[in-house]
């Protein structure tokens, strides 16, 4: 299937993702029946009412029946068991991504559950934001943000350009990795700071904190995500999030010794090493037009 | 001395903090002569042109001749030295004061290079940017954020009093703690989240990181700032700053350990302790207007 055969997509899970998602697509293939799934019925009637779907079902055979495309957007804990109710009722020439945070489980899941009848290739549209619900849906979620495809073996050429093609066209950077290396590049990037961010508010005095400014406000400010949502991810990706944490506590010893031992020259090689790096980060970020000048 | 007896107020260093509270004071009291320290003449030109001071001088003793009120504004690297070269030619009613980030080192340089015979009390505005230059001083930087006095048995109430009215004047909230209090506590709140942001952008690959999200940008934002002030400020307290870096390794030991052993449990309590603690965090500094609502 081509990008523009695409005539019904479904979206199972109807929060802040899968809600944009829904408008994203409305913006650019406004032709395309979106239908949305979602067990709760407040959750079918806000998004009916933002518009982010056409029609919504709260039962997962009549919500993926027609679908060309199904787009898993609920926390990753849900995957297994709505790919195992799916499998049955997908058109053999559909095609199922998920916007998951990990890629080697929900891949895992997607082959096991579908038997290779169905074509799943997981994809990790990189955007969201603190707020949850479909409430917070926007068009412009995915402009700019990076997509990395997970394709494997068995996945077909034609998977990955459908879906390469998609995310393009909702104004994301597609790039592709394996599961494996999407998951331990995760784990140092997103999952990693995560944690940390939590550890340092947890290992301070709330008291003490009050006095703190907006640099550590700014440190901090992912450790107020969702819990039950970073516990799906930490779950899911528990190795590798272990083997990065170890890497910074790593780094983090050396800093403490460098700060025991008065060391001046390390000091201002660790602090410079950091600000030229991230400074050509966020330089190159602005090149490629990820960041505004 | 009465902050509203204050005439002639000095300023020795000219750079973004030294220049917004030569704006600070211009807005607060209009009739206070605002004299410039720089040894650079670019710096003292542009002060002139921004007018964050009425005058300016390129040598100490002039600068601080007349002065009710002097204020350190330059890199604490500096203040043993500047305190050295004032102490002769101040006023016996003058105070000085300022702005460095740690307490302790200045407190003692201000009480032995003074030798006692000028009242020295330290102050830490907790207000700053990544930018850096007297062009970025702003009247306002100061409103709403907190200064911490850092009086000692030696300090008279009269100039606690002085310098507590003073940064009030300035629109911030002021406390007071030992020098040694403070030291401590600034390793926790301020320190650890600059070294561990540095160390996260350390502990990582370039190419990876292009790949990251606005919360990566966010928890490392401060590992840009520049890293002479910073080395100054962690070298000027280096002990404490160990031991809050130990205090942050412990926690992420345990949480290394929570992750390889899949705690599900334990994941969800630690995510949701510093999920609850941020939010009160911040939902106590919107009660006290120290953040928007």
Known sequence: MKINELESVTIVGLGLLGGSVGLAIDRVFPHIKRVGFSHRQVTRDKALE???????????PEAVRDADLVILASPIGTFSDLLGQMAEHLRDTAVVTDV???????VRWGQKKLKGKVEFLGSHPMAGSEQRGVEFARADLFDGAHCILTPTEA??????????DFWEALGMLVCQMSPNEHDKVLARISHLPHVLAAAL????????????????????RIASGPAGVWRDILMANASNGAAAVGRLIRELQKVQKTLKEKDEKKIVQMLTKAQLK?????EKKMLRKELPE
Chains 1, 2 share one sequence.
């Open 50 to 60: 933002a518009e982010v779907v056409d029609l919504v079902y709260n039962n997962i």
């Open 100 to 106: 998951g945070s990990t890629k080697v489980l929900p």
């Open 155 to 164: 996945t077909k050429n034609s998977t990955v350009k459908l879906l390469s």
């Open 201 to 220: 508010i947890n290992c301070n005095d709330l008291e003490q904190m009050m006095l703190c400014g907006k640099g550590f406000l700014d440190t901090t």
């Open 278 to 282: 991230r400074n050509e980060l966020i």
